[in-house]
């Protein structure tokens, strides 16, 4: 879903969007969401986040959190 906004951006970066929007065929709104995306991924793998103090592990959407997978891995571990 894209929602329309109007943001201020800096004339080099709009220039550097609109050539990368022309180059790939794609939308400027696109091609910044993807960037922005893509350097707030980048950012969470440099910078643990912490929650309270702890660590937070990395979220994965390709595996689902359940009682039975809890049970499983305890199982294997041996505790």
């Keep these: 879903m894209s929602v329309r906004t109007t943001i201020d951006i800096d004339e080099t970066a709009l220039g550097v969007l609109r050539d990368l929007a022309t180059v790939e065929k794609r939308t400027i709104g696109k091609v910044a969401s993807d960037l922005i995306l893509e350097a707030v991924r980048n950012r969470r793998a440099k910078v643990p986040m912490v929650r309270n103090g702890i660590p937070l592990l990395e979220r994965r959407t390709?595996?689902?959190?359940?009682?039975e997978l809890i049970d499983r891995i305890r199982e294997q571990e041996g505790v």
Excluded: M, P, Q
């Design 62 to 67: 390709d595996v689902v959190i359940t009682n």
